[in-house]
């Protein structure tokens, strides 16, 4: 039965080669599966008629009843076109007509009831429809208009004649064989437990649906069975890493308590305590740690790396924390290195700037177990990077590593994998890290320092420039530190270096007698350090700078973070900027300056950064903004391939459909049960298709 669905395309009623490679082509429809699976984008509702006085630029395509009062052709040579008044007796809409102007012309009827169908657009206080779907309006034929699907198409399909009303046709004549073969392939108490239709009436309804209510039901029964299939994917890859992988013993904590005892410099939060807890029961379970550590920015994810760190040396192994980029890499290395060496410990930085000599040192003595702490970047990848007994890796800033340069940590060492701890700067929302990190546990730092002030943030324009630096002087001369941060134009370096040197040519003049630094992507490496290191030791007390400060860098003298042309940044990084600022006891001020227009868009992500400090609520806001495809770490993940949920949208029945498969891999962890068979068969009709299940059963 399931080869009906592999069943190549051209065997399809109305199509033929010609129609078959074009599918194939421009769509990637091989089979009757792949066309049943090309759902429709939108439908067309037919199903009523709107005034025009009704009408505004958010409607999606709506539908007119009314007549055409004159015609005239406007504009000159390219711009020419032909324009229709179109009245329903409630106001006037213009039709317009850009190409084949002369036959539309010819054709159309005054005194005429037309139905008008099309997306409005509006010009001033005008609202038009560009070439739309017109027909005679005959009242008997008006009744009972299905919503008719409209299928995604591209140019090279519309000029082979097949457009989005060739693809309904075919869909029909294949729906009608196939409907009856249509297996189901998920559990019957599921099905009823979340009151689903089943799988062969949601592909029916979600082409050709009776109603919105049946199309909301298909919608659903498929975004449910989208998402299972994720999860189970997900989870069945975490019970078998959990089943296979044994782990290093790592639970000594003689180190941490003469850490803890004489030199931690502050309390720990409870929630830091929750989350080194959870991690120690992880490196000394015997299984391996896979574990995701999210927390805010500044709420102190490097102590709970130290302390981890601790508890693996002290039980004899080595550990590795990688950064993305130098800047951060230096820094971890920095902060650790005084700790380290009061306890004894030998620890090492590697970038790509660290010398041959340097290197062979390193190398030498990772070998003798003599290192151990390597901090670094993507350089202790490399393969000459060799450990004694690698415990722990610890990858900061996940997102900006991929899946594989994680998986390449865990093979330097031979006897166990090492114990992985990821950490994030940037809180994801719940929803996309089941998906995105769903193979790990998570830990979450839920809670900052006492002591720290929320930072006020407000939005300025130009011509508050002078009061702005009015504040920035009072801050400095009450012994604080600025930063001023200008946005990076990937287009061009150029544009980008003239924005920071003209600030910092304004900035010199305003602040004549104030030391400043100024740090930026091209310079060396060497430079930056110098600069950096000026401003943390506080002989300079602004900072200059493009987004090369935004994530991890820390002073804590700092109170105040002014972003220039804030418009310009995504709402992830607006909030990593920030986060620079508010890391000591004094109150922090984050000014977000911007030009006078601002799109809708620009406006949400402003009012958002002034409303909240929430990184949580942050993200959130930022994935229903952008959708997930922005957002780093996506692209490998698979969730942008889905064909109707939505990441950014379904979290909740993302998170029931997990629910679910935990609950069915509990109990049936092989599903070998009667009742998951549908499960079992759907999952190797897949392996037969491109998906690469080998790891699950
Ligand atoms: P992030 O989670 O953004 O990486 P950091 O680890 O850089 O945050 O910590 C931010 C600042 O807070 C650092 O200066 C750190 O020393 C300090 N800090 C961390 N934990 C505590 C604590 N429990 N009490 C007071 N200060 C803390
Ligand atoms: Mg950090």
């Not at 213009?94 to 409005?120: H, S």
């Not at 120690?280 to 379970?285: A, I, P």
């Not at 760190?309 to 290195?337: C, D, F």
């Not at 679910?660 to 509990?666: P, Y």
Request: charged share 25%.
């Amino acid at each position: 039965m399931a080869n009906f669905f592999e069943t190549k395309i051209e065997y399809l009623k109305g199509v033929g080669e010609r129609i078959a490679s074009l599918l194939k082509e421009e769509l990637n429809i091989f089979t009757f599966g792949d066309l049943l699976q090309h759902y429709p984008f939108r439908h067309e509702d037919r199903s009523q008629f709107h005034h025009i006085s009704d009408v505004n630029e958010n409607m999606p395509y709506i539908q007119l009843v009314g007549r055409i009062q004159r015609v005239e052709t406007v504009g000159e040579k390219s711009k020419k076109r032909l324009v229709a008044y179109f009245s329903d007796g409630t106001g006037v809409l213009e039709l317009v007509w850009f190409q084949g102007a002369r036959w539309v012309a010819k054709n159309l009827k005054m005194q005429t009831d037309y139905v008008v169908f099309g997306k409005p657009n509006r010009f001033g206080s005008k609202f038009s429809i560009a070439h739309p779907e017109m027909e005679v309006f005959i009242p008997q034929q008006q009744e009972a208009k299905p919503l008719l699907p409209v299928y995604a198409t591209t140019e090279k399909l519309k000029r082979g004649r097949i457009d989005s009303k060739a693809l309904v046709k075919l869909q029909k004549n294949l729906l009608q064989r196939a409907y009856e073969q249509i297996p189901e392939n998920l559990p019957e108490y599921v099905i009823k437990h979340y009151r689903l239709i089943s799988k062969r009436d949601a592909i029916r309804h979600i082409h050709f649906p009776e109603d919105l209510e049946w199309l909301e039901k298909a919608r659903f029964r498929l975004k449910f069975e989208e998402l299972f299939y994720i999860q189970l994917r997900i989870l069945k890859l975490k019970l078998s890493k959990m089943a296979k992988s044994p782990g290093q013993v790592l639970c000594e904590t003689q180190l941490v308590h003469d850490f803890y005892e004489k030199y931690l410099p502050f309390d720990l939060t409870n929630a830091q305590k929750k989350v080194i807890r959870e991690i120690f029961e992880d490196l000394r379970s015997g299984k391996q740690m896979n574990r995701l550590l999210q927390g805010d920015v500044g709420s102190g994810k490097t102590i709970v790396a130290f302390i981890c760190m601790l508890i693996a040396i002290g039980s004899g192994a080595q550990v590795a924390m990688m950064a993305p980029t130098e800047i951060l890499a230096e820094q971890h290395y920095r902060g650790l290195k005084d700790f380290a060496e009061k306890l004894g410990l030998h620890i090492a930085l590697l970038t790509g700037s660290t010398k041959t000599k340097e290197r062979r040192t390193i190398d030498q003595m990772l070998r003798s177990g003599e290192l151990n702490i390597l901090v670094g970047t993507h350089a202790l990848l490399e393969s000459h990077v060799q450990f004694s007994n690698l415990g722990l890796s610890i990858v900061d800033e996940q997102h900006r590593f991929g899946v594989a340069q994680r998986a390449k940590l865990w093979q330097k060492n031979e006897n166990f994998d090492p114990h992985v701890l990821v950490m994030t700067a940037t809180p994801i929302p719940r929803t996309l890290a089941m998906t995105l990190y769903g193979d790990l546990d998570v830990s979450v730092i839920d809670e900052l320092p006492a002591g720290r002030k929320p930072i006020r943030t407000v939005h300025r324009y130009e011509k508050n420039r002078l009061s702005v630096f009015g504040f920035v002087r009072e801050q400095i001369q009450a012994g604080r530190q600025v930063y001023i941060v200008y946005p990076l134009i990937e287009e061009s370096e150029k544009l980008d270096l003239k924005h920071l040197e003209d600030g910092y040519e304004s900035i010199r003049r305003a602040f004549p007698d104030t030391p400043v630094s100024v740090v930026h992507g091209r310079m060396k490496p060497a430079d930056k350090d110098f600069e950096m290191q000026r401003f943390v030791q506080a002989k300079t007390k602004i900072m200059v700078a493009t987004t090369v400060i935004e994530v991890g860098v820390n002073v804590p003298n700092a109170s105040v973070m002014i972003i220039e042309n804030a418009e310009r940044f995504g709402l992830a990084q607006l909030h990593q900027l920030r986060g620079r600022v508010g890391r000591g006891a004094e109150q922090s001020y984050c000014i977000l300056m911007t030009e006078y227009k601002l799109s809708k868009e620009s406006k949400t992500r402003l009012s958002t950064m002034v409303r909240t400090n929430d990184g949580f609520e942050i993200a959130e806001v930022d994935l229903k903004l952008r959708g997930p495809g922005d957002i780093e770490g996506t692209q490998q993940s698979g969730v942008l391939d889905l064909l109707v949920a939505d990441i950014s949208k379904d979290g909740k029945i993302m998170q029931e459909a997990r629910v679910q498969v935990l609950e069915i891999l509990e109990k049936d962890p092989d599903l070998c049960q009667p009742e998951h068979l549908p499960i079992k068969r759907h999952i190797s009709s897949l392996k037969q298709h491109t998906i690469n299940w080998s790891k699950i059963s």
